[in-house]
Nanobody, 129 residues
Framework: VQLVESGGGSVQAGGSLRLSCAAS????????MGWFRQVSGKEREGVAA????????VYADSVKGRFTIFQDVAKNTLFLQMDSLKPEDTAMYYC????????????????????????WGQGTQVTVS
């Protein structure tokens, strides 16, 4: 499984970015994919997750109403649309994927910042000034 993120960059506060995560070797209808972020020297934080089977989503409180996670199943690509960006959104953003062993796993993934997730991308930097 390979996950490759793209779309990061520098943007002014209030602006938007769309992150993409192209997945190869991962195509499950009962999995969980998510976005996580980390600032150097701080713990990783869960941002958003999606159940690949039905499309249900979960968001961290800090991004609710501003970020949208969605998937293009045909292209095996995960997206994170980020609007109304704030300086505190500055971080390295990682895409990750795993199976979803129980109902509600997406919520667990966000709350635990992806602990135990099997597959991770290399990350893409987002800087908001």
């Amino acid at each position: 499984v390979q996950l490759v993120e793209s779309g990061g960059g520098s943007v002014q506060a209030g602006g938007s970015l769309r992150l993409s995560c192209a997945a190869s070797g991962y195509a499950t209808s009962s999995g969980c994919m998510g976005w996580f972020r980390q600032v150097s020297g701080k713990e990783r934080e869960g941002v958003a997750a999606i159940y690949t089977g039905g499309g249900s989503t979960v968001y961290a409180d800090s991004v609710k109403g501003r970020f949208t996670i969605f998937q293009d199943v045909a292209k095996n690509t995960l997206f994170l649309q980020m609007d109304s960006l704030k300086p505190e959104d500055t971080a390295m953003y990682y895409c990750a994927a795993d199976l979803a062993p129980w109902a509600g796993y997406s919520d667990y993934a966000v709350r635990t910042a992806g602990t135990g997730f099997a597959y991770w991308g290399q990350g893409t930097q987002v800087t908001v000034s």
